[in-house]
């Protein structure tokens, strides 16, 4: 048998390597976001989101694991217009949070989609003064690199 290489790729696909330019969490708040972290991505993909300010986001923490696996990459799309049921990442007191959005008439919910319990809904009673900054809807997720230990 040959050497397995460093990258197993599909026959003819192209990919392009984007930064994770943010680490955002779905659960607990962790630091363990390097700046240099990069991850390719199939130009299928990019050229199907066709947002050009497209960028990855690592997923931390649980409170959205129903979805997201703590690790993934999610490839968000900051031009995007956020749709009920949409997981989207929002700067909220001071962090950078993913959550699945609805909005009603005169509520907006940030809530968590998690196997565990103890997670709870963001709720904005005014959605059009609420303290919260969309950063993207997920579009795309990339599953986290498998370890074997």
């Not at 390719?40 to 300010?53: A, F, G, K, T």
């Not at 900054?133 to 074997?148: L, P, T, Y």
Request: net charge negative.
């Amino acid at each position: 048998m040959g050497e397995t290489p460093e990258h197993v790729r599909p026959n003819g696909a192209q990919y392009v390597t984007l930064p994770v330019l943010v680490a955002g969490h779905a659960g607990e708040f962790t630091d363990e976001f390097g700046p240099d972290e990069v991850a390719d991505v199939p130009i299928s993909v990019l050229e199907r989101v066709n947002d050009p300010d497209a960028y990855l986001m690592r997923v931390r923490g649980s409170c959205m694991n129903r979805r997201f696996a703590d690790g993934e990459n999610a490839l968000l799309s900051p031009r995007c217009e956020p749709r009920n049921g949409d997981a989207v990442a929002a700067e909220y007191n001071g962090e950078m949070i993913l959550r699945s959005y609805y909005r009603g008439a005169s509520t907006l919910v940030l809530s968590p989609d998690s196997y565990e319990d103890g997670y709870t809904d963001i709720v904005f009673d005014d959605p059009e003064n609420a303290s919260v900054n969309f950063r993207g809807v997920v579009k795309w997720h990339q599953a986290s690199e498998v370890k074997r230990y």
